[in-house]
């Protein structure tokens, strides 16, 4: 049986539900998946009847979340193919971008509370994934992308360099993401400088993890 379609939103319980995910997003980034849910819907600027009233629990809030950074991703992907005349400079730009997303610090946190055989997980994962390797196509076949790379390489490669590191001693670690980020990417120029060990990681290489 066809699920029930969902009843539209006014605009401004719209505008609160999505408030409620930047706000949880934030949170997640800053404090890890246990951050306090009245946090959040103070962040958000509402009541914590209206945040439950949205999100039953922590768990759907989670995967709300997880929707609308791979919704963002993938605006990001498309739009940098559609405005950037250079393919290799379109990569960069999405690199960057998803840098700005904070994924290597979402990644472990969301992993542990979302359903990824869901179908609306699905249909915006292969959405993100068509955007990356249209993106990577691109460059490649401009003869600007080492052979040799695939999709897993390069989100491993950002989600590392995205991820808070241990302790307190690196508190200002982001100031030095796009910097290190663009090193990476001269690397994946072509002509390649050298050979890499082992097979180009895909996407489902990471997902058998």
């Keep these: 049986m066809a699920a029930a379609p969902q009843p539209r939103l006014r605009a ?3 505008r609160n539900r999505e408030r409620i ?3 949880a997003r934030e949170a997640l980034v800053e404090h890890g998946a246990e951050s306090s849910l009245d946090e959040i819907a103070r962040r958000a600027g509402v009541g914590n ?3 439950y009233r949205h999100f039953a629990d922590r768990r759907e809030l989670i995967h709300h979340v ?3 950074v791979m919704a963002r991703l993938a605006d990001r992907a498309e739009v940098a193919r559609a405005e950037e005349p250079d393919a290799f400079l379109a990569l960069r730009r999405f690199v960057h971008a998803a840098a700005d997303e904070r994924i290597g610090a979402l990644c472990p946190l969301l992993a542990e509370g979302v359903d990824k055989s869901h179908v609306e997980h699905i249909a915006a994962r292969e959405r993100l994934d068509q955007g990356i390797e249209a993106l990577m196509a691109a460059a490649r076949a401009a003869g600007q992308l080492r052979a040799d ?3 897993g ?3 491993v490669a950002i989600t590392q360099l995205t991820r808070p590191l241990p302790g307190t001693g690196c508190m200002n670690f982001d100031q030095f993401v796009h910097r290190h980020l663009q090193i990476f990417l001269d690397g994946l120029m072509a002509p390649a400088r050298s050979q890499l060990p082992g097979a180009a990681v895909t996407l489902e290489d990471l ?3």
């Design 66 to 68: 997880t929707l609308s």
């Design 12 to 14: 401004d319980a719209l």
């Design 153 to 155: 390489d390069l989100m």
């Design 21 to 23: 995910i930047s706000a």
């Design 149 to 151: 790379i695939s999709v």
């Design 49 to 51: 009847a209206t945040l």
């Design 207 to 209: 997902r058998q993890k």
